[in-house]
């Protein structure tokens, strides 16, 4: 069992930078593929970024490539997703989601473990 929780949200101009962390708890972490995902009002939640156990593999959607980044710190259980030149359109519920044997990073169903979610809104 794993749970998860985000901080980091909050209102931003667009332009600007926000850093999101996810904080694990539970009996293990150790393993798990780390995602990111988002859900606009009225929307379906979409994948926004994952990262393998070892770091070494990220994985973006085409929407935030280039200005966001997905890190990890197996030591202190937390994911990262810093976000730079930030659009409204960036405007979300931005969800930490942990799973074994990830596939396919998009696929929200092979992510068993969802944190509550943190809110971002960017301004015009």
């Known amino acids: 069992q794993v749970q998860l929780v985000e901080s980091g949200g909050g209102l931003v101009q667009a332009g600007g930078s926000l850093r999101l962390s996810c904080a694990a708890s539970g009996r293990t972490f150790s393993g798990y593929t780390m995602g990111w995902f988002r859900q606009a009002p009225g929307k379906e939640r979409e994948f926004v970024a994952a990262?393998?156990?070892?770091?070494?593999?990220?994985y973006y959607a085409d929407s935030v490539k280039g200005r966001f980044t997905i890190s990890r710190d197996n030591a202190k259980k937390t994911v990262y997703l810093q976000m730079n030149s930030l659009k409204p359109e960036d405007t979300a519920d931005y969800y930490c989601?942990?799973?074994?044997?990830?596939?396919?990073?998009?696929?929200?169903?092979?992510?068993?473990?969802w944190g509550q979610g943190t809110q971002v809104t960017v301004s015009s």
């Open positions: 990262i393998t156990w070892s770091g070494g593999t990220t």
């Open positions: 989601a942990a799973g074994l044997r990830v596939r396919a990073f998009t696929n929200k169903n092979e992510y068993a473990y």
